[in-house]
């Protein structure tokens, strides 16, 4: 008896943290379910049970599909640059001699990724803004002014300077990640594959991808599901304009919910969200539960 | 190890460092230019946008400041610090409690709390922001607080828990003989033990809290307390014409966690590295 409510009494360690994580992070995701089958107008307060009426709204959105495709994008182009991009500059880095310039370069890389989104945002707004924009001069000082225009401004080239930008603020932190995975590998292996007289290309393929496949497995987990909650960064730059052609689902969620007034709407959009980041979550669970690369 | 120098091998090597280098130049020139137009006026700024500043005076930045950067800084601060305290406590608590306490249920209380992991954040809004307004903290600064303390406890004890599963049992064995309460030997004995990956788990905590834009946007906006993310850009729509204080604002809000990054960097990798690598 005395034992059993000793055992109870040691709950007290973990009950704040279930509270908190209870209330803020689990009750809401049940309560976005339920606000997904209503028609909420905020202001004037009315709520009317509307059943799956939001969800065929969303399925007959275009501004919904074209943000799902905004966000697919957003994934591939990241996977391209800060998975395998990372990888490979994370092994040129590698290789590099001197411990000292290793070092450097991973620092350098790495800033964009602790200054906020905000900042970096802002950045790129104006370096992108057609006429103080250092992108724009550049160009026009290279003889390419043809090329110059207002890369926000219209709707043929604000999706992929946004993505642009975003490679700029990611690509360190990946590779700082790979970087570390790779010091990992036993130097051992690499000076055996040298002496058999292995080239540069062949011990990348044949020993460095292969020993770092989790960590690129993981990193393509975490990339995905990033490119999937994407709003910040379009946000400050475009705030999914000009005529919604840069809007993501989050910024869709939100113009829904907290411009239009219409939450149910916005639920119905955060159940979709839910559903994709979910998927990535089980597979990630799946990729950390294989057995771990030996060395 | 001998290398024979090829031809091709030196043009590989050759165009290995041209690369590093030119994707340096990418990464470094912007935030060069940014911090140099905070310098500027905003007829330098138009006229020519790669030319030096003629006047290296911090008026812009003290303009920056008066126009309601300090206040965004002191918001951040103290969202950070707090955010930052309660988060860590609360965490190896619990870790404490999942690892070397008995306790029932305990496989699905892990379950439980490191499960909050996988949701993100946009999907929980409109619900949240219902209950804030419903307990009276929408547009305050508690509202960050519990978020931010919230949602990355599951990260959090994730991290501390990992390292404390390693720790010998030996230490909470000797802790009892020498009649340490459970209190003492998690305050006294294993906290200190932890103190690596308490270290990483700040640093991190302090990263993401200081750059956080979606519940800081939506939760304070027009309240006075709003944080730096969110107050650059009230700054930009209310100063939007005086570009260079813009800009000053901007560097004022990189420059702390830049400079954090450069003092933790060890601890940020190997926080990084263990956090995801497990």
Request: aromatic content about 14%.
């Amino acid at each position: 008896m005395r034992a059993t409510l000793r055992r109870t009494l040691g709950l007290a360690w973990v009950v704040p943290a279930l509270v908190l994580v209870g209330v803020f992070v689990y009750l809401p995701l049940v309560q976005n379910l339920q606000f997904s089958t209503l028609k909420w107008d905020i202001y004037s307060g009315e709520q009317e049970y509307a059943g799956l009426d939001n969800y065929a709204k969303l399925a007959g959105d275009p501004v919904f599909w074209s943000s799902l495709g905004n966000n697919a994008l957003y994934a591939v182009v990241s996977i391209v640059f800060q998975v395998f991009g990372a990888l490979l500059l994370a092994a040129l880095i590698e290789g590099v001699r001197s411990e000292r310039l290793q070092r450097a370069l991973r620092a350098i890389y790495f800033i964009p990724s602790a200054i906020s989104l905000t900042v970096a945002g802002l950045l790129f707004y104006f370096i992108y803004e057609p006429n103080l924009g250092p992108l724009n001069h550049a160009l026009r000082a290279a003889g390419l002014g043809d090329l110059a225009q207002a890369w926000l401004g219209q709707e043929s080239t604000a999706m992929s300077a946004i993505i642009a930008m975003s490679q700029w603020q990611g690509f360190g932190y990946s590779t700082l990640l790979f970087a570390v995975a790779i010091q990992r590998i036993p130097a051992e292996i690499y000076g055996a594959a040298a002496i058999d007289g292995v080239g540069a290309a062949g011990r990348f393929f044949r020993i460095t991808v292969p020993l770092v496949r989790e960590m690129t497995g993981l990193m393509a987990i975490v990339t995905l599901s990033g490119a999937f909650q994407v709003f910040n960064e379009v946000m400050v730059m475009t705030a999914g304009g000009p005529d919604n052609s840069t809007q993501v689902l989050g910024t869709w969620l939100y113009r829904s919910g907290f411009v239009r007034n219409n939450f149910g709407y916005a639920a119905a959009i955060a159940t979709v969200l839910f559903v994709i980041t979910l998927g990535v979550a089980v597979a990630q669970l799946w990729v950390t539960r294989r057995r771990r690369v030996e060395w | 190890m001998v290398t024979r120098l090829s031809f091709l091998g030196v043009i590989a090597r050759v165009f290995m460092w041209a690369f590093l280098l030119a994707l340096a130049v990418v990464v470094l020139y912007p935030l060069l230019w940014m911090t140099l137009n905070g310098f500027k006026t905003n007829a330098e700024l138009f006229g020519d946008p790669f030319a030096l500043p003629l006047d290296w005076s911090f008026g812009n930045y003290a303009k920056a400041w008066n126009r309601g950067v300090s206040g965004y800084l002191t918001t951040s601060v103290l969202v950070t610090v707090t955010s930052t305290v309660a988060t860590v406590f609360i965490s190896a608590w619990a870790a404490y409690g999942l690892t070397r306490v008995d306790i029932p249920l305990n496989r699905t209380l892990t379950a439980a709390i490191l499960g909050g992991l996988m949701l993100a954040p946009t999907v929980a809004l409109v619900p949240l922001v219902k209950l804030f307004q419903a307990m009276g903290l929408y547009n305050t600064f508690w509202a960050l607080l519990i978020l931010y303390t919230a949602f990355r406890i599951p990260f959090t004890t994730f991290l501390i828990r990992a390292y404390m599963i390693d720790l010998p049992r030996e230490v909470d064995e000797a802790a009892e003989m020498d009649g340490a309460g459970r209190w003492t030997a998690f305050w006294r004995i294993i906290l200190p033990m932890c103190k690596p990956i308490l270290t990483s788990t700040v640093l991190l905590h302090i990263l993401f809290t200081w750059n956080e834009y979606l519940f800081a946007m939506i939760f304070t906006s027009g309240s006075g307390v709003q944080t730096l993310p969110v107050g650059l850009t009230s700054l930009m729509s209310k100063h939007g014409t005086d570009y260079p204080v813009v800009f000053a604002g901007m560097v004022i809000a990189a420059l702390p966690v830049v400079l954090l990054f450069f003092l933790g960097q060890r601890h940020i990798v190997k926080g990084l590295a263990d956090g995801i690598g497990k």
